[in-house]
């Protein structure tokens, strides 16, 4: 018969679950690895949540949002809702045009590897 897991072991570890969501997604600024990451707290915090069936599939989604090659900008571009390229780095004079269309974001200098492709922008 299995003893049940002290409930300071499962506060520690639970709390160790939240910082390392928080962590990777403030690291590599993902909106929607974010979004996902505030239900997946919820549902971690909450017994009456803390199921498979609720789990699963949000830990799956929060691994999509944050390794997928797409993002959610909150940058206003021109045009309808669209997803439009990710550029990282120094954009050159033939990069300023297609950003003021609305077809590219610009990312900023530091690159980290887990940059997305695409972004969704409105």
Do not use: Q
């Not at 990451?37 to 699963?56: D, E, Q, T």
């Not at 297609?98 to 530091?110: A, L, Y």
Request: net charge positive.
């Amino acid at each position: 018969m299995m003893k049940p897991i002290h409930s300071k072991s499962v506060t520690w570890i639970l709390a160790t679950f939240i910082f390392l969501i928080l962590a990777w997604t403030f690291l590599f600024t993902r909106m929607g690895s974010l979004l996902l990451s505030v239900l997946l707290i919820i549902a971690v915090c909450y017994p009456r949540w803390r199921r498979w069936a609720m789990l699963a599939p949000l830990a799956l989604l929060w691994g999509m949002a944050s390794f997928g090659p797409w993002d959610i900008s909150f940058e206003n571009r021109p045009g309808p809702p669209h997803f439009a390229r990710y550029a990282m780095g120094l954009p050159g004079p033939e990069a300023i045009e297609p950003s003021k269309r609305g077809e590219v974001v610009f990312g900023g200098c530091m690159s980290t590897g887990f940059e997305p492709k695409y972004v969704w922008v409105w």
